[in-house]
């Protein structure tokens, strides 16, 4: 069968491979069209494998809310450089499975690797991927998602993509006002980088290693032993409130805290849970 102009372009638009590719693949399977994109495709998944183990330290975080902010969904994804991290073909990979993931009950990345791709149940996450992978040249991979349901959810994407968070409230429904308050503890959440909501949700091994530094260094100052435990309790108060989101100095009005400020909106708001994405972190 002649492989015609019209016949290459035709699979170049369905495929995005190189004219050459195409008109390879075409005389490979006798002009047939859907046989031609299987080889292209099977093609590109044997690079894809090869470039699947390259370093992957650039990306995009990406949310998606329920229009009643009961439910929502953080995203990451990861590729090689930051150049291919900002093309639409990676902004658009981030944008279709963060809000296909708020359609599903998917709990890790394997079940979503082997789950049909959005709007192309033909082929599966994975298949998608390996698919941009040919297309890009790089690297790209699904690095952890967050799935949250409650009273209030609300998420926050900063620094075009480089850090995101998704964060749960209890207390109040999405008011107008709670949705603010909401809003600014998220952009908290990725200005401060707390590591737990309060110091009753920080976990004992954390807290015995910082006690455990604290405590050699004011040993090493030579003062005596009653005066190095003041130290060392004087130096975990100070840990608290960099390490508490609700002890943090609120970024909008330092001269309070997160709690405080909560406690100022009212609506027995109380901070239930965050998390917080950062590229590279």
């Known amino acids: 069968m002649a492989i015609t102009v019209d016949m290459i372009k035709?699979?170049?638009?369905?495929?995005?491979?190189?004219?050459?590719?195409?008109?390879?693949?075409?005389?490979?399977?006798?002009?047939?069209?859907?046989?031609?994109?299987?080889?292209?495709?099977?093609?590109?998944?044997?690079?894809a494998h090869k470039r699947a183990a390259r370093e992957t330290a650039e990306g995009q975080v990406w949310a998606f809310m329920?229009?009643?902010?009961?439910?929502?969904?953080?995203?990451e994804?990861?590729?090689?450089?930051?150049?291919?991290?900002?093309?639409?073909?990676?902004?658009?990979?981030?944008?279709?499975?963060?809000?296909?993931?708020?359609?599903v009950g998917l709990e890790t990345v394997e079940e979503l690797l082997a789950h049909p791709a959005p709007q192309l149940p033909e082929l599966t996450v994975a298949d998608y991927l390996n698919d941009v992978i040919a297309k890009t040249g790089e690297s790209i991979r699904v690095r952890h998602f967050t799935r949250y349901t409650g009273d209030l959810i609300t998420a926050y994407i900063h620094h075009g993509g480089k850090i995101g968070v998704l964060l749960e409230m209890s207390g109040?429904?999405?008011l107008p006002e709670t949705l603010a308050a909401a809003k600014d503890v998220a952009m908290q959440v990725a200005a401060a980088n707390p590591l737990a909501v309060s110091r009753e949700n920080l976990s004992p091994e954390e807290v015995e290693k910082e006690k455990?530094?604290?405590?050699?260094?004011?040993?090493?100052?030579?003062?005596?032993?009653?005066?190095?435990?003041?130290?060392?309790?004087?130096?975990?108060?100070?840990?608290?409130?960099?390490?508490?989101?609700l002890e943090q100095a609120f970024v909008k009005n330092p001269d309070i805290t997160v709690g405080q400020f909560l406690k100022e909106v009212g609506k027995e708001l109380q901070v239930r849970r965050f998390t917080r994405y950062q590229i590279g972190a």
């Not at 399977?29 to 099977?42: F, P």
């Not at 900002?86 to 944008?95: D, L, M, Q, S, Y």
């Not at 050699?216 to 100052?221: E, G, K, L, V, Y």
């Open 10 to 47: 035709t699979l170049r638009d369905r495929t995005n491979a190189g004219m050459m590719d195409c008109k390879k693949a075409l005389q490979e399977t006798g002009g047939d069209m859907e046989e031609a994109v299987a080889y292209l495709r099977q093609k590109g998944l044997a690079v």
């Open 66 to 75: 329920a229009p009643d902010h009961r439910s929502g969904v953080l995203l």
């Open 77 to 103: 994804v990861n590729c090689e450089t930051d150049f291919v991290a900002k093309t639409p073909a990676f902004v658009e990979i981030g944008a279709k499975l963060v809000e296909h993931l708020a359609g």
């Open 172 to 174: 109040a429904g999405p």
């Open 212 to 245: 455990a530094i604290f405590q050699a260094q004011a040993r090493d100052s030579g003062k005596p032993e009653n005066i190095i435990e003041r130290m060392v309790t004087g130096r975990l108060e100070k840990f608290y409130k960099e390490a508490c989101l």
